[in-house]
């Protein structure tokens, strides 16, 4: 270990920065958010670096650098760019044994900053010793979408519990207890913004640790359209913490291998005719692991509220007083149509956008087909591949341009995607000749016809564009 890291108080500590540009002010920056007391010295000092200074109770002078700037300093800080004058800095800090740094000189610094993930009272320092900031920057990044950005409220939470909990509890007990309480419900009840109810079970597991010790929880996941990139940082989460994965035929497998390890995974199936399981038996199985204690992830495509029967699995689950929370997904709209470049919403072309079920009742979209045909608008039609003809027929039947141009996403977002490209009057016979499987999302309106110049991302299919009448 080269350097020894360690955690300095400069609350109302007067510490001097020599210089005014841009570093000099990010470094302003980060010892004013420890309530540091800034001494700027400087012929000229950025407007932001002199708001800091006053914040604190700090002074700025405009002028040279004189060696009495370091009186009453705990820390120096050099950011100039003259070599001769940040030496003297160094030189005349390190004879009165003031930590001093010297940015990008770390032969005259004694300490050096690191990278910051700052959940306070949660703070995480990361150094590599000034051999690899970048690297450093990076360890960086992985721990902030790592690490909830709640953390802080949770430690606040530990701190205002810490003395009962020591009273109560010798220190192996002490320690189990924490873990508990940082990586289960508690923690849960914060990161959802229940902080009263994350304070009251916190009291009531002290008060009965027994009593409370196994209460499971549901969480509800949108898993996106297919790539795994898609999944927000919450769900990601939770999916490392499950104890048991319920899934559906749309989670692709690059998802579900984030999950963790160790977890069960349970298939429910969900094809159009092969209901692998009953919705009914889903609902209830929730329920029924929840109660066992487990950490329950309900994963499901795209966004769970959006045709996903998110709505039905919870309802069960809120009548039985189960914890649960939702996670929302990138829908297959927003997915689809980000990787087939075709904005959902335009101004020359579309001021709004309909999502709607191809799913036919009795033979037929059981949707307002007149409204549906007027112009302005984007249609993006979910499971829409078996009703496809008669889904462009009406359209037509009701005003809608037979050359409103159309597009078909296959398998959206993953490395299979294929987009095929024709109108009301083609898309269907377009489809017929190419081998379409689903899952497949149809979108009709004239932002289609961006396609041709925003389509950005490439599958590995062979024909992943086909337009009608193209060869
Ligand atoms: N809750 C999901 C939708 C479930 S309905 C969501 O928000 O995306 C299932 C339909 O979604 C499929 O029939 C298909 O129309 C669409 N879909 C889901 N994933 C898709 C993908 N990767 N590419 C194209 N369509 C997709």
């Given at each position: 270990m080269d350097y020894f890291p360690v955690f300095l108080d400069l609350k109302q500590r007067t510490c001097l920065i020599v210089g005014g540009g841009d570093i000099a002010t990010r470094k302003g920056r980060l010892l004013a958010r420890a309530g540091a007391r800034l001494r700027i010295v400087a012929p000229s000092v950025s407007d932001e670096l002199v708001q800091l200074a006053e914040q604190n109770g700090g002074q700025v002078h405009w002028r040279e650098y004189a060696t009495a700037d370091l009186d009453g300093c705990v820390l120096a800080i050099a950011a100039t760019d003259i070599e001769t004058l940040n030496q003297q800095v160094s030189d005349e800090a390190q004879a009165r044994y003031l930590p001093v740094n010297v940015v990008d000189s770390p032969a005259l610094c004694t300490y050096i900053t690191p990278a910051i993930v700052d959940r306070s009272p949660l703070v995480i320092a990361i150094s590599s010793g000034g051999e690899a900031p970048v690297l450093a920057r990076m360890v960086r990044a992985k721990l902030e979408t790592l690490i909830p950005a709640?953390?802080?409220?949770?430690?606040?939470?530990?701190?205002?519990?810490?003395?009962?909990?020591?009273?109560?509890?010798?220190?192996?007990?002490?320690?189990?207890?924490?873990?508990?309480?940082?990586?289960?419900?508690?923690?849960?009840?914060?990161?959802?913004?229940r902080e009263q109810e994350a304070e009251q079970l916190l009291g009531d597991t002290l008060a009965a640790p027994d009593a409370v010790d196994r209460r499971g929880e549901?969480?509800?996941?949108?898993?996106?359209?297919?790539?795994?990139?898609?999944?927000?940082?919450?769900?990601?989460?939770?999916?490392?913490?499950?104890?048991?994965?319920?899934?559906?035929?749309?989670?692709?497998?690059?998802?579900?291998?984030?999950?963790?390890?160790?977890?069960?995974?349970?298939?429910?199936?969900?094809?159009?005719?092969?209901?692998?399981?009953?919705?009914?038996?889903?609902?209830?199985?929730?329920?029924?692991?929840?109660?066992?204690?487990?950490?329950?992830?309900?994963?499901?495509?795209?966004?769970?509220?959006?045709?996903?029967?998110?709505?039905?699995?919870?309802?069960?689950?809120?009548?039985?007083?189960?914890?649960?929370?939702?996670?929302?997904g990138i829908t297959a709209a927003s997915g689809c149509a980000a990787y087939a470049g075709i904005p959902l919403t335009h101004r020359d072309h579309a001021q709004s956008v309909r999502f709607i079920t191809g799913h036919l009742k009795d033979g037929?979209?059981?949707?307002?087909?007149?409204?549906?045909?007027?112009?302005?608008?984007?249609?993006?039609?979910?499971?829409?591949?078996?009703?496809?003809?008669?889904?462009?027929?009406?359209?037509?039947?009701?005003?809608?341009?037979?050359?409103?141009?159309?597009?078909?996403?296959?398998?959206?977002?993953?490395?299979?995607?294929?987009?095929?490209?024709?109108?009301?009057?083609?898309?269907?016979?377009?489809?017929?000749?190419n081998d379409v499987h689903g899952p497949t999302l149809l979108i009709v309106g004239e932002v289609v016809t961006l396609h041709g110049q925003l389509n950005w991302f490439v599958s590995d299919r062979k024909h992943a564009q086909i337009v009608a009448g193209e060869e």
């Open positions: 709640t953390y802080g409220r949770l430690a606040q939470l530990a701190s205002r519990w810490r003395e009962r909990v020591k009273s109560a509890f010798v220190e192996a007990d002490r320690r189990r207890f924490w873990e508990r309480i940082f990586q289960g419900p508690v923690a849960e009840l914060m990161f959802s913004g549901v969480a509800l996941i949108g898993g996106g359209p297919g790539d795994p990139e898609l999944l927000t940082l919450k769900a990601l989460r939770l999916m490392q913490q499950a104890d048991v994965v319920l899934y559906d035929r749309l989670v692709s497998p690059e998802v579900m291998e984030l999950v963790r390890r160790d977890a069960d995974r349970i298939y429910v199936g969900k094809r159009r005719s092969d209901h692998a399981m009953p919705q009914q038996n889903i609902n209830e199985l929730l329920v029924e692991l929840a109660q066992e204690g487990k950490r329950v992830v309900r994963l499901k495509g795209g966004d769970p509220f959006i045709f996903g029967r998110g709505g039905e699995e919870i309802e069960l689950l809120a009548s039985h007083r189960i914890p649960f929370q939702v996670v929302p037929q979209p059981n949707v307002s087909w007149p409204e549906l045909a007027m112009p302005g608008q984007t249609l993006v039609f979910y499971m829409g591949l078996v009703g496809l003809s008669e889904i462009c027929q009406a359209l037509v039947e009701h005003g809608r341009a037979p050359g409103t141009p159309v597009a078909l996403v296959e398998k959206g977002t993953t490395r299979d995607q294929r987009v095929l490209i024709g109108d009301l009057a083609t898309i269907s016979d377009l489809v017929a000749a």
